[in-house]
């Protein structure tokens, strides 16, 4: 693998940490919303 | 400390290679051992038949009768988007040796070679297990019921079992995309009554006019890839013709939520205008017969034509709902 290609693939690993942290964090918010929701209606 | 060194190219492709479940796929070499990029999972979620998803289950979940908690009808909506992506990643994944021979799906990650197909597959399973999962949790257990039951029907029935081995694949499986409506309108009320499956009845009558107006024009592509739709199968004249019969069944079906007091005169006249417009629109496809080299325009407008029908259909039984909630309508 040559530097250039390395390089590419450090970014694209640390693009795909990024968004599976984002999607991660987006579960967390949502779930939290729902169970707020849910036992509000209890 | 031990450095992590990236896998070299003999490695990765020999990853690829053994974990292939489609040995029949002929794979382009890859020039460069890169992980697939973010973009090539978001690709395999077909974000452009998502649109037409997300917008028709927002629709029957905003023309429900009934009350959802904002959070809740987000979540609903987001397990049918999420749903429909994994069916398409799924979709792809099964169809990757098919993909590679038609230009209009030869970009698709799986054909170039950008991801591996045990990523799809998982990909798909997981996106789509954890929306029927959550939609269950948090919406409700019928409509997860639905989602879980679209998702097989596009996966299982129309893509492995209909698709490559009846012209009539179009028609069944169009069931699978008329599914959404249905499951926002469960994820209101939490039970099944005849608007909803005059919703899905709608779709499912739009599909094989919608779609063949596509495969008329493609129709090289689908022969060099073996599959039998309806064109190919039964000729064009036959195509066209059906094309025109359903075009006409679909005028009285769509104008039928008004007839039978489930809409009003909003969502009643636009259904009938267009649905006017579309049957005028199929008139010259049933009727006419190509030739080389004429550009397909008819097949062309009516295809184009009937995505913004859908569009159009839909955003007005919502605006009926939601002017009637307002009481501006009776």
């Known amino acids: 693998m040559t530097p250039e290609e390395e390089q590419e693939y450090r970014r694209r690993q640390k693009a795909r940490n990024i968004v599976i942290g984002l999607v991660l964090l987006g579960m967390v918010v949502l779930f939290y919303a729902i169970t707020i929701v849910r036992i509000g209606e209890q | 400390m ?32 890169m992980p697939a990029d973010w973009r090539d999972f978001f690709a395999l979620t077909k974000p452009k038949v998502m649109r037409l998803v997300v917008f028709t289950a927002l629709c029957g979940l905003l023309a429900a009768p009934g009350s959802i908690h904002p959070v809740i009808g987000f979540t609903a909506i987001l397990c049918i988007a999420l749903a429909a992506g994994g069916a398409g990643a799924l979709n792809m994944w099964w169809e990757a040796d098919i993909d590679a021979k038609m230009k209009r799906t030869q970009g698709r990650p799986l054909p170039r070679g950008t991801i591996k197909p045990t990523d ?15 939609m269950g949790l948090a919406v409700h ?33 169009g069931a699978a995309g008329a599914f959404p409506p249905l499951i926002g309108w469960i994820a209101v009320t939490g039970e099944v009554t005849w608007m909803p499956v005059l919703l899905f009845a709608i779709i499912f009558m739009w599909t094989p006019p919608h779609f063949w107006a596509l495969a008329l024009w493609v129709k090289p592509d689908y022969a060099a890839a073996n599959i039998p739709m309806m064109p190919n199968a039964a000729g064009e004249v036959s195509t066209r013709r059906q094309s025109l019969v359903y075009s006409a ?22 259904a009938l205008i267009l649905s006017g417009i579309f049957l005028a629109l199929t008139v010259p496809v049933g009727l ?13 407008k009516l295809f184009a034509y009937s995505i913004l029908y859908l569009f159009v259909l839909f955003g007005a039984l919502v605006l009926d709902r939601v002017l009637a909630q307002a009481g501006v309508i009776a």
């Open chain 2, 2 to 33: 031990t450095a992590i060194t990236a896998p070299n190219a003999e490695e990765i492709d020999a990853i690829a290679v053994a974990a292939s479940p489609v040995d029949s796929v002929a794979l382009p070499a890859r020039s460069t051992p």
């Open chain 2, 120 to 134: 799809a597959r998982d990909f798909g399973l997981l996106l789509s297990g954890m929306s029927v999962m959550v």
């Open chain 2, 141 to 173: 257990w019928l409509a997860a019921g639905f989602l879980a039951f679209s998702v097989f029907f596009y996966v299982v029935i129309y893509t492995m079992w209909l698709k490559p081995r009846t012209p009539q694949n179009i028609v069944i499986g």
């Open chain 2, 249 to 270: 069944l679909l005028l009285p079906l769509s104008i039928t939520p008004w007839l039978i007091g489930g809409t009003g005169a909003i969502y009643g006249i636009s």
């Open chain 2, 288 to 300: 006419r017969r190509s030739v080389d080299g004429d550009g397909m325009k008819p097949e062309k």
